[in-house]
């Protein structure tokens, strides 16, 4: 069963416009962890942001911000005023509580292209 | 480097043949793993090592896969008798303990068999 869903494939903006990334998850534990990191064209991951299950408070890196929320399962990331350098590839991860919690369940991605 | 170095950044191989892919973690991480990524596929989970406890082989998709990972340091995944359906970037990310944190991922290395 499909832990990790992002519907968007394929996202193509103008620079400067806003770009929100869905990302819908599924698990039965009360403790887990999400996560987002971005695959540039050289194919490295790149860690964005970790968030628990209790912290519900959304967050804020510059350009970067998260939406969590537990009541429709989402933890949707936007990036503001886009740049040609925000190009890349998006993948949301869940990691749930337990003796395997160092397993993430990766969603398929969804590919930014910033056009300038 | 201070990163994640994974090698061969490219490797294209006939069916059949058997192929070796190294993993260099960064320097004190414990915790080190393989991912493989198909075209179009998120992330798909291979192994776990964490130090010196039995690695979790799980996820490893045939008994054609397998993993060593020497002195806690250097992996290596070795893929015999390799199919077309092998074909697809696998990925080597370490972190520092075991657990649910940040990992660091290497460049990957795009695996072809024709």
């Known amino acids: 069963a499909q832990k990790v869903t992002q519907a968007q494939t394929e996202i193509s903006v103008v620079e400067k416009e806003d770009v929100t990334l869905d990302c819908v998850y599924e698990?039965?534990?009360?403790?887990?962890?999400l996560f987002w990191y971005k695959q540039p064209p050289s194919g490295e991951l790149v860690f964005l942001i970790r968030?628990?299950?209790?912290?519900?408070q959304n967050e804020i890196s510059g350009r970067y911000s998260w939406n969590f929320q537990k009541s429709t399962s989402s933890f949707n990331f936007t990036i503001t005023a886009s740049q040609v350098v925000d190009s890349a590839v998006y993948f949301c991860a869940l990691s749930e509580a337990g003796s395997n919690d160092y397993k993430l369940s990766f969603g398929a991605g969804t590919t930014v292209t910033v056009r300038a | 480097g201070a990163g994640v170095s994974q090698s061969p950044s490219n490797k294209v191989t006939e069916k059949g043949k058997d192929v070796e892919l190294r993993c260099d973690p960064i320097s004190g991480h414990t915790a080190l793993y393989w991912y493989r990524q198909s075209l179009g596929q998120g992330l798909e989970f291979l192994i776990y090592f964490q130090g010196n406890s039995a690695p979790d082989k799980s996820g490893l998709p045939s008994d054609r896969f397998s993993a060593e990972r020497t002195g806690g340091s250097v992996s290596t995944l070795t893929i015999q008798r390799t199919q077309q359906e092998d074909s697809a970037v696998y990925l080597c990310?370490?972190?520092?303990?075991?657990?649910?944190?940040?990992?660091?991922f290497g460049s990957g290395t795009q695996l072809s068999v024709l």
């Open positions: 698990t039965r534990d009360t403790t887990y962890y």
């Open positions: 990310a370490s972190s520092l303990n075991r657990g649910n944190e940040k990992l660091f």
């Open positions: 968030r628990n299950s209790f912290d519900e």
